[in-house]
T-cell receptor, first 113, second 113 residues
Framework: DAGVTQTPRHEVAEKGQTIILKCEPVSGHNDLFWYRQTKIQGLELLSYFRSKSLMEDGGAFKDRFKAEMLNSSFSTLKIQPTEPKDSAVYLC???????????FGSGTRLTVL | GDSVTQTEGLVTVTEGLPVKLNCTYQTTYLTIAFFWYVQYLNEAPQVLLKSSTDNKRTEHQGFHATLHKSSSSFHLQKSSAQLSDSALYYCALNQGGSAKLIFGEGTKLTVSS
């Protein structure tokens, strides 16, 4: 089975731009998560979907971050407008109903200039 | 709110010597599970260990951890560190009901020869 696929692997944006990150979860998984990874903060939850319904939207990220799950096999994370402090690795993860283990994608490294 | 704390941001150990990565937590939930995730350079985080049973040792790939609810801890240990163990390690708490994890800040382990 294919794992979690994230595209692009790297993204460079100018301050103020809109960027969209993409994620394809493991086939059959019902839970999907977006995390932001930085050296200082570690892994921070941005959004959590169960069966395409938004279950949790990270409070600190609501204003410029919007995650959507267009169908059970595709999700996007939009950052609008980008700021230099958004530079980080964005990780997507999925899980099945047993809800025991998260499977992570390799992430998108975002650099905002 | 619930939280996970990893006190060491960086641990350096000589190959062949024992290593211990600390993890403590605060939670109000009764049904909980704990994980250690490992992230090798340029790879996705992956699960290393999981436990939900108090005072039971869990082992995998030479690493072991024991959940101690009395001290709110889930430390990761290995008796003999290998160069290939160099990676970023995250301790994580699952509150039950979903795969959502609360992560610690992460500990970067460097094993030197």
């Amino acid at each position: 089975d294919a794992g979690v696929t994230q595209t692009p692997r790297h993204e460079v944006a100018e301050k103020g731009q809109t960027i969209i990150l993409k994620c394809e979860p493991v086939s059959g998984h019902n839970d999907l998560f977006w995390y932001r990874q930085t050296k200082i903060q570690g892994l921070e939850l941005l959004s959590y979907f169960r069966s395409k319904s938004l279950m949790e939207d990270g409070g600190a990220f609501k204003d410029r971050f919007k995650a959507e799950m267009l169908n059970s096999s595709f999700s996007t994370l939009k950052i609008q407008p980008t700021e230099p402090k958004d530079s980080a690795v964005y990780l997507c993860a999925s899980s099945d109903w047993s809800a025991e283990t998260l499977y992570f994608g390799s992430g998108t490294r975002l650099t905002v200039l | 709110g619930d939280s996970v704390t990893q006190t060491e941001g960086l641990v350096t150990v000589t190959e062949g010597l024992p290593v211990k990565l600390n993890c403590t937590y605060q939670t109000t939930y009764l049904t909980i599970a704990f994980f250690w995730y490992v992230q090798y350079l340029n790879e996705a985080p992956q699960v290393l260990l999981k436990s939900s049973t108090d005072n039971k040792r869990t082992e995998h790939q030479g690493f072991h951890a024991t959940l101690h609810k009395s001290s709110s801890s889930f430390h990761l240990q290995k008796s003999s560190a290998q160069l290939s163990d160099s990676a970023l390690y995250y301790c994580a708490l699952n509150q039950g009901g979903s795969a959502k994890l609360i992560f610690g800040e992460g500990t970067k382990l460097t094993v030197s020869s």
